[in-house]
């Protein structure tokens, strides 16, 4: 599992910072039809190295806060990733 706030209609498409364990996904489509939704999964899967049917959005669909299982990937290596992430924001 990993916890997500999102910023929709940003001008790139990444991770921009992970503060106090949620990770900050920025998104160019707008939060309408679910693009926004589709777009988070698409960028984390591209961050993770897995593919974004992988990743299943469990809570938030309709908010910018969203909590989102990771298929195939352990808790250990998400976490891995997160810190490694989180050094390189400071």
Same mark, same amino acid.
Request: no cysteine; net charge positive.
């Given at each position: 599992? #990993?916890?997500?706030?999102?910023?929709? $209609?940003s =001008?790139r +498409?990444?991770?921009?910072?992970? =503060?106090?364990?949620?990770?900050?996904? $920025?998104?160019?489509?707008?939060?309408l039809?679910?693009?926004?939704?589709?777009?988070? &999964?698409?960028? @984390? *899967?591209?961050? @993770?190295?897995?593919?974004?049917?992988?990743?299943? #959005?469990? $809570?938030?669909? /309709?908010?910018?806060?969203? &909590? #989102?299982? #990771?298929?195939? &990937?352990?808790? *250990?290596?998400?976490? +891995?990733?997160?810190?490694? =992430?989180?050094? $390189?924001? /400071?």
């Amino acid at each position: 599992m #990993i916890a997500v706030r999102v910023q929709p $209609r940003s =001008r790139r +498409e990444e991770i921009s910072a992970v =503060r106090d364990g949620v990770v900050v996904v $920025r998104v160019g489509a707008p939060p309408l039809d679910g693009r926004a939704n589709d777009a988070v &999964l698409r960028v @984390l *899967a591209d961050w @993770l190295g897995v593919r974004a049917s992988n990743l299943t #959005i469990v $809570r938030g669909e /309709r908010s910018r806060d969203k &909590l #989102i299982e #990771i298929e195939g &990937l352990d808790q *250990a290596t998400v976490d +891995e990733a997160l810190a490694d =992430r989180q050094g $390189r924001s /400071r």
